[in-house]
C-alpha cells in the first residue's frame, strides 16, 4: 500500500470538488499514517502522511458544506429567498446551520437580524441572530467577526426588546 501516493491522488480528487476524497483526506490528516519503516521493519514507522488537524478541519468542513444533505437544504433555502418565503427559507438555512454549515449560520443569522423571527419575539430573535453569527465568526468568517462586533458596538442586544414585542 502507498499512501503517499493515494494522498497525492485524493489531493487532485478533492482540488476538482470530489467528496468522498474531502473526507479521506480528513481521516488521514486527523491522526496522521505510519508506515512499518521498509529498512527496519521490525522496530519502526515512518509518517507516510502527516498529522494535520488544522487541514484536516478544512476538509471536513468541505465535506460538510457541500455534502448532499446540506447542499440540498441552502439550495432549496435560497430558491425560497429569492421567491420571498422566508420563513420556510430561515427553516433551511437553520437546518443547514445545525450540520456546522457556515453558509446556513450566515444566512439565517441574517433573516432573523431581519425580522423574520419564526415566532420569536425581537429580542429572542435578535440573540438567536447573534448566535449563529458567533458560530460563523469561530469558523473565520470575516462578515460574521464584524457582524457580532456591530451588534455590540451599536447595543443591538438590550433587554428591552423583549418588552416591546
Not at 89 to 111: C, D, H, M, P
Amino acid at each position: 500500500v502507498d499512501y503517499s501516493f493515494a494522498f497525492r491522488e485524493l489531493v487532485k480528487a478533492a482540488q476538482k470538488g470530489h467528496v468522498q476524497a474531502k473526507h479521506k483526506l480528513g481521516q488521514m490528516l486527523i491522526r496522521g499514517v505510519n508506515i512499518p519503516d521498509p529498512v527496519r521493519p521490525q522496530s519502526a514507522t515512518v509518517e507516510a502522511v502527516a498529522k494535520n488537524c488544522p487541514l484536516a478541519l478544512n476538509y471536513f468542513r468541505d465535506v460538510v458544506e457541500n455534502g448532499p444533505t446540506v447542499a440540498a437544504r441552502t439550495r432549496a433555502a435560497y430558491k425560497q429567498y429569492v421567491a420571498g418565503e422566508y420563513e420556510s427559507s430561515v427553516r433551511n438555512y437553520l437546518a443547514a446551520a445545525e450540520t456546522g454549515s457556515a453558509v446556513g449560520q450566515i444566512n439565517a443569522a441574517f433573516l432573523l437580524e431581519r425580522g423574520h423571527c419564526l415566532g420569536m419575539s425581537r429580542g429572542e430573535c435578535m440573540r438567536a441572530s447573534v448566535r449563529l453569527w458567533r458560530a460563523a465568526a469561530r469558523q473565520g468568517n470575516e462578515e460574521a467577526c464584524l457582524r457580532v462586533g456591530d451588534f455590540y458596538y451599536y447595543g443591538r442586544l438590550r433587554e428591552e426588546d423583549d418588552d416591546a414585542a
